[in-house]
Protein backbone atom coordinates (compact mmCIF):
# COMPACT_ATOMS: atom_id res chain seq x y z
CA UNK A 1 0.00 0.00 0.00
CA UNK A 2 3.15 2.10 0.45
CA UNK A 3 3.58 2.47 -3.68
CA UNK A 4 -0.24 4.55 -4.19
CA UNK A 5 0.63 6.28 -1.23
CA UNK A 6 3.58 8.06 -2.94
CA UNK A 7 2.18 8.24 -6.05
CA UNK A 8 -0.55 9.90 -4.67
CA UNK A 9 1.11 12.27 -3.08
CA UNK A 10 3.16 13.91 -6.35
CA UNK A 11 0.46 15.74 -8.02
CA UNK A 12 -0.36 17.57 -4.48
CA UNK A 13 3.03 18.38 -4.52
CA UNK A 14 2.64 19.88 -7.96
CA UNK A 15 -0.25 22.06 -7.03
CA UNK A 16 1.69 23.76 -4.32
CA UNK A 17 4.95 24.24 -6.84
CA UNK A 18 2.27 25.62 -9.08
CA UNK A 19 0.50 27.93 -6.80
CA UNK A 20 3.70 29.24 -5.49
CA UNK A 21 5.24 29.80 -9.18
CA UNK A 22 1.87 31.72 -9.63
CA UNK A 23 2.29 33.72 -6.70
CA UNK A 24 6.40 34.76 -7.59
CA UNK A 25 4.57 35.98 -10.92
CA UNK A 26 2.12 37.90 -9.22
CA UNK A 27 4.38 39.53 -6.93
CA UNK A 28 6.82 40.18 -9.59
CA UNK A 29 4.18 41.78 -12.02
CA UNK A 30 2.50 44.02 -9.21
CA UNK A 31 5.66 44.90 -8.17
CA UNK A 32 6.99 45.99 -11.64
CA UNK A 33 3.24 48.01 -12.38
CA UNK A 34 4.04 50.12 -9.20
CA UNK A 35 7.87 50.93 -10.00
CA UNK A 36 6.81 51.39 -13.48
CA UNK A 37 3.93 53.91 -12.29
CA UNK A 38 6.19 55.65 -9.84
CA UNK A 39 8.93 56.32 -12.53
CA UNK A 40 6.55 57.53 -15.27
CA UNK A 41 5.12 60.21 -12.91
CA UNK A 42 8.71 61.18 -11.56
CA UNK A 43 9.98 61.63 -14.77
CA UNK A 44 6.74 63.98 -16.22
CA UNK A 45 5.59 65.69 -13.10
CA UNK A 46 8.05 68.46 -11.58
CA UNK A 47 6.92 68.63 -7.99
CA UNK A 48 4.97 65.66 -7.90
CA UNK A 49 4.52 65.72 -4.37
CA UNK A 50 3.09 68.99 -4.25
CA UNK A 51 -0.61 68.14 -5.40
CA UNK A 52 -1.92 70.81 -4.34
CA UNK A 53 -0.37 73.00 -6.69
CA UNK A 54 -2.66 73.67 -9.65
CA UNK A 55 -0.27 73.04 -12.17
CA UNK A 56 1.28 70.14 -10.76
CA UNK A 57 -2.52 68.94 -10.94
CA UNK A 58 -2.97 69.61 -14.40
CA UNK A 59 0.63 68.02 -15.30
CA UNK A 60 -0.43 64.68 -13.74
CA UNK A 61 -3.50 64.30 -16.05
CA UNK A 62 -1.46 65.32 -19.23
CA UNK A 63 0.59 62.48 -18.02
CA UNK A 64 -2.23 60.23 -17.41
CA UNK A 65 -3.59 61.64 -20.62
CA UNK A 66 -0.83 60.96 -23.21
CA UNK A 67 -0.47 57.87 -21.16
CA UNK A 68 -3.32 56.54 -22.24
CA UNK A 69 -3.91 57.72 -25.64
CA UNK A 70 -0.65 56.15 -26.57
CA UNK A 71 -1.19 52.77 -24.83
CA UNK A 72 -4.55 52.59 -26.31
CA UNK A 73 -3.73 53.27 -29.72
CA UNK A 74 -1.25 50.14 -30.11
CA UNK A 75 -4.56 48.26 -28.09
CA UNK A 76 -7.16 49.57 -30.71
CA UNK A 77 -4.83 49.21 -34.43
CA UNK A 78 -3.71 45.25 -33.17
CA UNK A 79 -7.13 44.23 -31.97
CA UNK A 80 -8.94 45.98 -34.99
CA UNK A 81 -6.02 43.85 -37.28
CA UNK A 82 -6.72 40.73 -35.36
CA UNK A 83 -10.69 41.10 -35.23
CA UNK A 84 -10.58 41.08 -39.02
CA UNK A 85 -7.97 38.16 -39.34
CA UNK A 86 -9.86 36.29 -36.96
CA UNK A 87 -13.56 36.95 -38.56
CA UNK A 88 -14.09 38.02 -34.66
CA UNK A 89 -16.82 40.68 -33.48
CA UNK A 90 -15.84 40.28 -30.09
CA UNK A 91 -12.10 40.93 -30.69
CA UNK A 92 -13.09 43.67 -33.17
CA UNK A 93 -15.64 45.00 -30.72
CA UNK A 94 -13.29 44.88 -28.14
CA UNK A 95 -10.60 46.82 -30.36
CA UNK A 96 -13.56 49.70 -30.90
CA UNK A 97 -13.61 49.93 -26.91
CA UNK A 98 -10.06 50.63 -26.76
CA UNK A 99 -9.94 53.52 -29.82
CA UNK A 100 -13.19 54.95 -27.55
CA UNK A 101 -10.45 54.92 -24.70
CA UNK A 102 -7.76 56.73 -26.92
CA UNK A 103 -10.95 59.52 -27.63
CA UNK A 104 -11.67 59.24 -24.12
CA UNK A 105 -8.03 60.18 -23.10
CA UNK A 106 -7.71 63.39 -25.07
CA UNK A 107 -11.38 64.93 -23.99
CA UNK A 108 -9.58 64.47 -20.28
CA UNK A 109 -6.05 66.15 -21.58
CA UNK A 110 -8.57 68.97 -23.17
CA UNK A 111 -10.20 68.99 -20.03
CA UNK A 112 -7.31 69.20 -17.84
CA UNK A 113 -5.43 71.84 -20.08
CA UNK A 114 -9.29 74.11 -19.86
CA UNK A 115 -9.29 73.76 -16.15
CA UNK A 116 -5.84 75.70 -15.72
CA UNK A 117 -7.27 78.65 -17.13
CA UNK A 118 -7.95 81.43 -14.73
CA UNK A 119 -11.54 83.07 -14.40
CA UNK A 120 -12.51 86.11 -16.75
CA UNK A 121 -15.46 88.24 -17.16
CA UNK A 122 -17.79 85.78 -17.86
CA UNK A 123 -16.22 82.84 -15.33
CA UNK A 124 -15.14 85.03 -12.15
CA UNK A 125 -14.76 81.28 -10.58
CA UNK A 126 -12.46 79.75 -12.96
CA UNK A 127 -12.70 76.97 -15.91
CA UNK A 128 -11.93 74.21 -12.93
CA UNK A 129 -15.12 72.77 -13.70
CA UNK A 130 -13.83 71.46 -17.60
CA UNK A 131 -12.56 68.71 -15.77
CA UNK A 132 -16.15 67.56 -14.91
CA UNK A 133 -17.41 68.26 -18.02
CA UNK A 134 -14.61 66.31 -19.57
CA UNK A 135 -15.84 63.08 -17.60
CA UNK A 136 -18.88 63.23 -18.26
CA UNK A 137 -18.43 63.39 -21.74
CA UNK A 138 -16.35 60.39 -21.92
CA UNK A 139 -19.03 58.92 -20.07
CA UNK A 140 -22.21 59.29 -22.91
CA UNK A 141 -19.36 58.35 -25.32
CA UNK A 142 -19.10 55.09 -23.53
CA UNK A 143 -22.43 54.44 -23.75
CA UNK A 144 -22.63 55.19 -27.25
CA UNK A 145 -20.30 52.53 -28.45
CA UNK A 146 -21.72 50.17 -25.99
CA UNK A 147 -24.87 50.45 -28.09
CA UNK A 148 -23.48 50.42 -31.24
CA UNK A 149 -21.40 47.19 -29.94
CA UNK A 150 -24.27 45.58 -28.87
CA UNK A 151 -26.63 45.86 -32.07
CA UNK A 152 -22.83 44.66 -34.39
CA UNK A 153 -22.85 41.86 -32.09
CA UNK A 154 -26.43 40.88 -32.00
CA UNK A 155 -26.51 40.69 -36.02
CA UNK A 156 -22.87 38.45 -35.48
CA UNK A 157 -25.46 35.81 -33.61
CA UNK A 158 -28.14 35.73 -36.15
CA UNK A 159 -25.39 35.50 -38.80
CA UNK A 160 -22.64 33.52 -37.31
CA UNK A 161 -18.92 32.65 -39.10
CA UNK A 162 -16.11 30.76 -38.68
CA UNK A 163 -13.60 31.94 -36.40
CA UNK A 164 -9.86 31.72 -37.06
CA UNK A 165 -7.43 31.15 -34.23
CA UNK A 166 -3.77 31.14 -33.63
CA UNK A 167 -1.25 31.33 -30.57
CA UNK A 168 -0.72 35.46 -31.16
CA UNK A 169 -4.77 36.07 -30.82
CA UNK A 170 -3.95 34.78 -27.34
CA UNK A 171 -0.65 35.76 -26.69
CA UNK A 172 -2.71 39.82 -27.74
CA UNK A 173 -5.22 39.12 -25.70
CA UNK A 174 -3.19 38.29 -22.29
CA UNK A 175 -1.00 40.98 -23.23
CA UNK A 176 -3.97 43.62 -23.41
CA UNK A 177 -5.63 42.35 -20.04
CA UNK A 178 -2.45 42.75 -18.03
CA UNK A 179 -2.15 46.09 -19.88
CA UNK A 180 -5.41 47.29 -18.74
CA UNK A 181 -4.90 45.60 -15.37
CA UNK A 182 -1.74 48.25 -15.01
CA UNK A 183 -3.63 51.13 -16.91
CA UNK A 184 -7.06 50.69 -14.54
CA UNK A 185 -4.12 50.88 -11.43
CA UNK A 186 -1.91 53.68 -12.84
CA UNK A 187 -5.04 55.72 -13.69
CA UNK A 188 -6.37 55.08 -9.93
CA UNK A 189 -3.40 56.12 -8.68
CA UNK A 190 -3.52 59.38 -10.31
CA UNK A 191 -6.99 60.14 -9.72
CA UNK A 192 -6.56 59.62 -5.81
CA UNK A 193 -3.43 61.50 -5.50
CA UNK A 194 -5.01 64.60 -7.06
CA UNK A 195 -8.68 63.59 -6.16
CA UNK A 196 -9.64 63.64 -9.97
CA UNK A 197 -13.50 62.27 -10.88
CA UNK A 198 -12.12 62.26 -14.31
CA UNK A 199 -9.41 59.66 -14.15
CA UNK A 200 -11.40 57.51 -11.22
CA UNK A 201 -14.08 57.20 -14.04
CA UNK A 202 -11.05 56.44 -16.22
CA UNK A 203 -9.44 54.05 -13.82
CA UNK A 204 -12.86 52.41 -13.62
CA UNK A 205 -13.25 52.34 -17.66
CA UNK A 206 -10.06 50.18 -17.38
CA UNK A 207 -10.89 47.86 -14.61
CA UNK A 208 -14.08 47.28 -16.76
CA UNK A 209 -11.81 46.33 -20.30
CA UNK A 210 -10.16 43.93 -17.61
CA UNK A 211 -13.43 41.83 -17.27
CA UNK A 212 -14.30 42.75 -21.44
CA UNK A 213 -11.02 41.31 -22.81
CA UNK A 214 -11.23 38.26 -20.79
CA UNK A 215 -14.83 37.49 -21.72
CA UNK A 216 -13.24 37.94 -25.37
CA UNK A 217 -10.20 35.24 -24.48
CA UNK A 218 -12.85 32.85 -22.97
CA UNK A 219 -14.75 32.62 -26.23
CA UNK A 220 -11.88 32.39 -27.91
CA UNK A 221 -10.51 29.41 -26.01
CA UNK A 222 -13.96 28.00 -26.35
CA UNK A 223 -14.25 27.54 -29.71
CA UNK A 224 -10.86 26.49 -30.17
CA UNK A 225 -11.47 23.11 -28.29
CA UNK A 226 -15.06 22.26 -28.52
CA UNK A 227 -15.90 25.02 -31.77
CA UNK A 228 -19.10 26.68 -29.92
CA UNK A 229 -18.86 30.01 -31.86
CA UNK A 230 -20.03 32.27 -28.65
CA UNK A 231 -18.52 35.17 -30.48
CA UNK A 232 -22.03 37.19 -30.80
CA UNK A 233 -22.56 36.45 -27.39
CA UNK A 234 -19.39 37.28 -25.66
CA UNK A 235 -19.78 40.79 -28.41
CA UNK A 236 -23.22 41.26 -26.81
CA UNK A 237 -21.69 40.79 -22.68
CA UNK A 238 -18.81 43.16 -23.76
CA UNK A 239 -21.05 45.85 -24.81
CA UNK A 240 -23.93 45.33 -21.99
CA UNK A 241 -20.49 46.25 -19.50
CA UNK A 242 -19.55 48.93 -21.08
CA UNK A 243 -23.09 50.28 -21.28
CA UNK A 244 -24.11 49.49 -18.04
CA UNK A 245 -20.64 50.98 -16.86
CA UNK A 246 -21.26 54.16 -18.92
CA UNK A 247 -24.18 54.62 -17.24
CA UNK A 248 -22.50 54.48 -13.46
CA UNK A 249 -19.93 56.93 -15.29
CA UNK A 250 -22.55 59.27 -15.73
CA UNK A 251 -24.06 59.13 -12.71
CA UNK A 252 -20.56 59.65 -10.62
CA UNK A 253 -19.39 62.47 -13.28
CA UNK A 254 -22.83 64.52 -13.61
CA UNK A 255 -23.10 64.51 -9.27
CA UNK A 256 -20.68 67.40 -8.87
CA UNK A 257 -21.99 69.77 -11.96
CA UNK A 258 -25.51 69.31 -10.30
CA UNK A 259 -24.26 70.89 -7.13
CA UNK A 260 -23.54 67.27 -4.92
CA UNK A 261 -22.80 67.77 -1.08
CA UNK A 262 -19.88 68.88 0.21
CA UNK A 263 -17.44 65.53 1.57
CA UNK A 264 -17.55 64.74 5.07
CA UNK A 265 -14.19 65.06 5.98
CA UNK A 266 -14.46 68.06 4.08
CA UNK A 267 -17.32 69.56 6.31
CA UNK A 268 -15.36 68.13 10.06
CA UNK A 269 -11.99 70.02 8.73
CA UNK A 270 -14.05 73.15 8.25
CA UNK A 271 -15.71 73.35 11.59
CA UNK A 272 -13.40 71.35 13.52
CA UNK A 273 -10.64 74.41 11.97
CA UNK A 274 -12.30 77.58 13.31
CA UNK A 275 -13.58 75.82 16.44
CA UNK A 276 -10.64 75.69 17.39
CA UNK A 277 -10.07 79.65 17.12
CA UNK A 278 -9.73 81.07 20.50
CA UNK A 279 -13.23 83.31 20.83
CA UNK A 280 -15.19 80.84 18.83
CA UNK A 281 -18.16 79.56 20.54
CA UNK A 282 -19.65 77.54 18.19
CA UNK A 283 -20.32 77.55 13.99
CA UNK A 284 -23.32 76.82 12.10
CA UNK A 285 -24.74 77.53 8.98
CA UNK A 286 -21.94 75.99 6.70
CA UNK A 287 -22.32 76.09 3.33
CA UNK A 288 -19.80 74.57 0.84
CA UNK A 289 -20.00 75.20 -3.57
CA UNK A 290 -17.49 73.16 -5.40
CA UNK A 291 -16.41 74.92 -8.49
CA UNK A 292 -14.05 72.61 -9.76
CA UNK A 293 -10.64 71.03 -7.86
CA UNK A 294 -9.02 73.82 -5.98
CA UNK A 295 -11.69 76.10 -6.45
CA UNK A 296 -13.56 75.36 -3.29
CA UNK A 297 -15.82 78.43 -2.00
CA UNK A 298 -17.55 78.36 1.56
CA UNK A 299 -19.57 80.58 4.10
CA UNK A 300 -20.06 79.41 7.65
CA UNK A 301 -21.82 81.62 10.74
CA UNK A 302 -19.36 82.28 13.84
CA UNK A 303 -20.78 82.57 17.17
CA UNK A 304 -18.79 85.12 19.59
CA UNK A 305 -19.50 86.73 22.53
CA UNK A 306 -22.09 89.34 22.17
CA UNK A 307 -19.98 91.23 25.00
CA UNK A 308 -16.81 91.76 23.05
CA UNK A 309 -16.15 94.45 21.31
CA UNK A 310 -17.24 94.24 17.48
CA UNK A 311 -13.86 95.32 16.15
CA UNK A 312 -12.07 92.42 17.86
CA UNK A 313 -14.53 89.98 16.57
CA UNK A 314 -14.35 91.43 12.97
CA UNK A 315 -10.87 91.00 13.27
CA UNK A 316 -11.31 87.10 14.11
CA UNK A 317 -13.82 86.64 11.04
CA UNK A 318 -10.45 88.44 8.91
CA UNK A 319 -7.62 86.12 10.46
CA UNK A 320 -10.26 82.96 9.73
CA UNK A 321 -10.49 83.68 6.40
CA UNK A 322 -7.05 84.22 5.85
CA UNK A 323 -5.50 81.20 7.58
CA UNK A 324 -8.29 79.19 5.44
CA UNK A 325 -7.00 80.76 2.09
CA UNK A 326 -4.02 80.19 2.79
CA UNK A 327 -3.73 76.87 4.65
CA UNK A 328 -6.11 74.98 2.41
CA UNK A 329 -6.86 76.94 -0.70
CA UNK A 330 -10.56 77.61 -0.07
CA UNK A 331 -12.62 80.82 0.23
CA UNK A 332 -14.77 81.39 2.79
CA UNK A 333 -16.82 84.08 4.25
CA UNK A 334 -17.65 84.28 8.18
CA UNK A 335 -20.78 85.92 9.36
CA UNK A 336 -20.13 87.10 12.45
CA UNK A 337 -22.93 85.81 15.22
CA UNK A 338 -22.85 87.37 18.63
CA UNK A 339 -24.26 85.07 21.64
CA UNK A 340 -25.69 86.56 24.58
CA UNK A 341 -23.46 84.24 27.34
CA UNK A 342 -23.87 84.11 31.13
CA UNK A 343 -28.05 84.83 31.30
CA UNK A 344 -29.84 81.89 33.56
CA UNK A 345 -33.17 82.20 31.19
CA UNK A 346 -31.28 82.01 27.76
CA UNK A 347 -29.62 79.18 29.23
CA UNK A 348 -32.84 77.13 30.63
CA UNK A 349 -34.49 78.05 27.29
CA UNK A 350 -31.28 76.72 25.32
CA UNK A 351 -31.67 73.42 27.58
CA UNK A 352 -35.74 72.87 26.67
CA UNK A 353 -35.11 73.25 22.93
CA UNK A 354 -32.40 70.61 22.97
CA UNK A 355 -34.36 68.01 25.05
CA UNK A 356 -37.42 68.57 22.77
CA UNK A 357 -35.05 68.15 19.19
CA UNK A 358 -34.38 64.53 20.40
CA UNK A 359 -37.86 63.75 19.62
CA UNK A 360 -37.89 64.73 16.01
CA UNK A 361 -36.03 62.77 13.70
CA UNK A 362 -34.71 64.63 11.35
CA UNK A 363 -34.15 67.96 13.09
CA UNK A 364 -30.66 68.84 14.49
CA UNK A 365 -28.45 72.08 15.94
CA UNK A 366 -30.63 74.42 17.17
CA UNK A 367 -28.67 78.01 16.84
CA UNK A 368 -29.13 81.68 16.94
CA UNK A 369 -31.32 81.54 20.40
CA UNK A 370 -32.01 84.67 21.10
CA UNK A 371 -34.61 86.21 23.55
CA UNK A 372 -36.67 89.49 22.85
CA UNK A 373 -38.97 90.83 25.66
CA UNK A 374 -41.52 92.67 25.21
CA UNK A 375 -44.44 94.19 27.44
CA UNK A 376 -46.43 91.46 27.50
CA UNK A 377 -44.58 88.80 26.29
CA UNK A 378 -40.82 87.95 25.20
CA UNK A 379 -40.19 86.07 21.48
CA UNK A 380 -38.10 82.82 21.65
CA UNK A 381 -36.38 83.18 18.23
CA UNK A 382 -34.18 80.45 16.66
CA UNK A 383 -33.20 78.47 13.68
CA UNK A 384 -33.29 74.79 13.55
CA UNK A 385 -31.31 72.42 10.81
CA UNK A 386 -34.09 69.94 8.88
CA UNK A 387 -32.07 67.24 6.76
CA UNK A 388 -33.03 65.87 3.80
CA UNK A 389 -34.59 62.73 5.00
CA UNK A 390 -36.95 64.78 7.21
CA UNK A 391 -40.61 64.53 6.67
CA UNK A 392 -41.50 67.06 9.53
CA UNK A 393 -44.93 68.48 10.30
CA UNK A 394 -43.44 72.20 10.77
CA UNK A 395 -46.41 73.46 12.29
CA UNK A 396 -46.61 70.52 14.69
CA UNK A 397 -42.90 70.84 15.68
CA UNK A 398 -43.19 74.54 16.43
CA UNK A 399 -46.75 73.69 18.87
CA UNK A 400 -44.07 71.08 20.34
CA UNK A 401 -41.56 73.93 21.06
CA UNK A 402 -43.64 76.18 22.01
CA UNK A 403 -45.63 74.26 24.85
CA UNK A 404 -42.46 73.11 26.01
CA UNK A 405 -41.11 76.63 26.42
CA UNK A 406 -44.32 77.79 27.72
CA UNK A 407 -44.44 75.49 30.72
CA UNK A 408 -41.44 78.05 31.90
CA UNK A 409 -42.88 81.38 31.32
CA UNK A 410 -46.43 81.03 29.25
CA UNK A 411 -45.64 84.59 28.05
CA UNK A 412 -43.03 83.10 25.75
CA UNK A 413 -43.76 83.52 22.26
CA UNK A 414 -41.94 80.75 19.68
CA UNK A 415 -40.36 81.73 15.94
CA UNK A 416 -38.59 78.82 14.29
CA UNK A 417 -37.11 79.17 11.02
CA UNK A 418 -36.11 75.58 9.48
CA UNK A 419 -32.51 75.85 7.83
CA UNK A 420 -32.14 73.27 4.94
CA UNK A 421 -29.11 71.21 5.70
CA UNK A 422 -26.47 71.99 2.92
CA UNK A 423 -23.87 69.60 4.69
CA UNK A 424 -25.83 65.92 4.05
CA UNK A 425 -26.34 65.85 7.66
CA UNK A 426 -22.21 65.69 8.36
Not at 151 to 177: D, E, G, M
Request: proline share 4%; net charge negative; glycine share 6%.
Amino acid sequence: MAQPSSHMSKPNFMSKQKCKLAQILYSILWYNSIMITETIIKNTVKNHENTGDPKVRSDYGNTAAIVGICTNVILAITKLILGVLASSISIAADGINNLTDTTSSIITLVGFRLSRRPGDKEHPYGHARSEYIAGMVVSVLIVVVGIELFRSSFLKILNPAPLSTSPWIYVILVFSILLKLWQSRFYNKIATSINSVALAATATDSRNDVITTTAVLLAMVIYHFTKWNIDGYAGCFVAIFIMKSGYELIKDTSSPLLGEAPDSGLVKMIRGEILGFRGVLGVHDLVVHNYGPGQVFASIHVEVDSRESVMVSHELMDEIEKVFIEKHDIHITCHLDPVEVNNPKLDEVSRVINEEIQNWEGLRDPHDIRMVPGENHSNIIFDIVETPEANVDVSAATDAFSKRLKEIDPTYEVNIRFDPDYTRGN
